[in-house]
């Protein structure tokens, strides 16, 4: 999966809770390792086989932030 920012619904990355964000990713079916950089806002997700963008962008949405997909 590439990378991509995660923003808190209100104040940006400053309010990232990586423990939720990475709880609620790594429950998703085939994800064996979830990282998030406080400072940057900045999710890895590590799977199995590639993830569906629209159901990593729910799942984080569900855990209150939004997916900001990164331009390669």
């Given amino acids: ?3 991509h ?3 808190g619904t209100k104040n940006g990355p400053a309010l990232l ?3 939720t964000v990475t709880a609620a990713l790594g429950a998703l ?9 406080l400072p940057t806002g ?9 993830l569906p963008v629209g159901q990593v ?3 984080v949405r569900k ?10």
């Fill in 1 to 3: 999966m590439r990378p």
């Fill in 5 to 7: 920012l995660i923003s």
């Fill in 17 to 19: 809770k990586p423990r």
């Fill in 29 to 37: 079916q085939g994800v064996s390792n979830v990282t998030a950089d």
């Fill in 42 to 50: 900045q999710v890895t997700v590590i799977s199995a086989s590639p």
């Fill in 57 to 59: 962008a729910a799942t």
């Fill in 63 to 72: 855990a209150g932030y939004e997916l900001i997909p990164l331009r390669s």
